[in-house]
């Protein structure tokens, strides 16, 4: 059975950074990319970013609202993906989410599913 | 970037009554479209992929077509179960969803 399992959410201060960690398993990690979704309290879903596979360099795109402060990567031996969260802001306050996907140098070309249970990461003074 | 605007924003019905939601692309999308649905403190769950093709283990009972930049999500006839929020979703040219439509028991 594939399954997503996050990790490492929690009350953060602003300004401050926090790590989530993407545990995987039931398929060949690094056949594929990884995806973070994240969803504020009460609201809809929003793209934060991807890494691509090793196969294609591993590479990483951004959201505009997260791009510069945010970092995906990935550990295929352990079969973990990380979404580095710096200089948080209270509008970064969401359920985290992590999903697999196939990912070329194009683009994404397959869909998202399935989707872990989430993380809550909350940012508050 | 493209914007997917759901309709109606909640949708109020019996079980056993057929429900219809909408999904419309601020421009072409072609048949990457998809919808989800999620119930309260879950993850989203493919129920749709291609506008119209079904996930695997996704009942009968949903169906998903295309007219052009429109799409629409069919349950033929409510569960209990189907209670929830729906999302659409594309990946056509970036990564966008709707803003949800919510479908709660009358």
């Known amino acids: 059975e594939v399954q997503l399992v996050e990790s490492g959410g929690g009350l953060v201060q602003p300004g401050r950074s926090l790590r989530l960690s993407c545990t995987a398993s039931g398929f060949i990690f690094g056949d594929y990319g990884l995806t973070w979704f994240r969803q504020p309290p009460g609201k809809g879903l929003e793209w934060v970013g991807f890494?691509?596979?090793?196969?294609?360099?591993?590479?990483?795109n951004y959201a505009a609202s997260v791009k510069g402060r945010f970092t995906i990567s990935r550990d295929d031996s352990i079969n973990i993906a990380y979404l580095q969260m710096d200089s948080l802001k209270t509008e970064d306050t969401a359920v985290y989410y992590c999903?697999?996907?196939?990912?070329?140098?194009?683009?994404?070309?397959?869909?998202?599913?399935?989707w872990g249970q989430g993380t809550l990461v909350t940012v508050s003074s | 970037e493209i914007v997917l605007t759901q309709s109606p924003a909640t949708l109020s019905l019996s079980p056993g009554e057929r429900a219809t939601l909408s999904c419309r692309a601020s421009q072409s999308v072609s048949n990457y479209l998809a919808w989800y649905q999620q119930k309260p403190g879950q993850a989203p769950r493919l129920l749709i992929y291609d506008a119209s093709s079904r996930a695997t283990g996704i009942p009968a009972r949903f169906s998903g077509s295309r007219s052009g930049t429109d799409f629409t999500l069919t349950i033929s006839s409510l569960e209990p179960e189907d209670f929830a929020v729906y999302y659409c979703h594309q990946r056509s040219n970036g990564i966008t969803f709707g803003q949800g439509t919510r479908l709660e028991i009358k």
């Open positions: 890494i691509r596979s090793k196969v294609y360099g591993g590479t990483t």
């Open positions: 999903t697999r996907v196939r990912i070329t140098l194009f683009g994404v070309v397959s869909w998202f599913d399935p």
